[in-house]
């Protein structure tokens, strides 16, 4: 297993109501990621982070925002969650060499 | 717009018999290219990749082939197993810069015994 741990794994909420994912790894990689996973779609990214308080957006980040204020966190906010952010979150990491992206085992968030 | 696309929602092998999965591209500035195999409430794991200097990958059970003119990749596992039935995704990214992944839309393989 590449160390990767999302929590929670499990969330239902209501709409409007803020949101926080938390992916932590000990694996000391520079870079991490943020997926959503949604049927006919694949992975798309959300955000990323290549260091500690350096982060970019991605495909699909509107409605959401992120932090990582140390090397082993990776925060995912939905500051007012909507039904269309309903979906499987996946965490990944990897570092510069160019070594392959590795994932956590998501979290499935159902917004009502 | 799609970037990367997988045609075959799903695919239906017999055991010990030859699976090929396939992947179309349409940014040609993609150089690194990877193939990535995911069980239900798991992560995908990272399977087998390529570079866009080769044609050819293998690795055991595992052989990636890239087509760069046609902007085409495929997966082929020999023999197919009851263990490879899972969903596969192809996925595509520049070696340089952020390594930010764009992925197909999968396709589930079922290995029939």
């Known amino acids: 297993d590449a160390g990767i741990t999302q929590s929670p794994r499990h969330k239902v909420t209501e709409t409007g109501t803020p949101v926080t994912l938390r992916c932590h790894q000990t694996?000391?990689?520079?870079?991490m990621y943020w997926y959503r996973q949604d049927p006919g779609h694949g992975l798309r990214l959300i955000h990323y982070?290549?260091?500690?308080?350096?982060?970019d957006k991605g495909e699909v980040s509107d409605g959401y925002s992120v932090s990582r204020s140390k090397t082993e966190d990776f925060l995912l906010t939905l500051e007012s969650a909507t039904s269309s952010q309903t979906s499987v979150y996946f965490c990944?990491?990897?570092?510069?060499?160019?070594?392959?992206?590795?994932f956590g085992d998501g979290t499935r968030l159902s917004i009502l | 717009d799609q970037q990367v696309k997988q045609n075959s929602p799903s695919l239906s092998v017999q055991e010990g018999r030859i699976s090929i999965l396939n992947c179309d591209y349409t940014?040609?500035?993609?150089?690194?290219f990877l193939w990535y195999k995911k069980y239900p409430a798991e992560g995908p794991t990272f399977l087998i990749s390529?570079?866009?200097?080769?044609d050819k990958n293998e690795d055991g059970r595992f052989t990636v082939f890239l087509n760069k003119s046609a902007k085409h990749l495929s997966l082929h596992i020999v023999p197919s197993q009851p263990g490879d039935s899972a969903v596969y995704f192809c996925?595509?990214?520049?070696?340089?810069?952020?390594?930010?992944?764009?992925f197909g839309q999968g396709t589930r393989l079922t290995i029939n015994p």
């Open positions: 940014n040609s500035m993609f150089d690194y």
């Open positions: 390529i570079s866009s200097i080769k």
């Open positions: 996925a595509a990214r520049r070696i340089q810069g952020a390594q930010k992944l764009v």
């Open positions: 990944a990491i990897s570092d510069p060499d160019g070594s392959p992206q590795h």
């Open positions: 694996e000391n990689h520079r870079y």
């Open positions: 982070s290549y260091g500690v308080k350096d982060t």
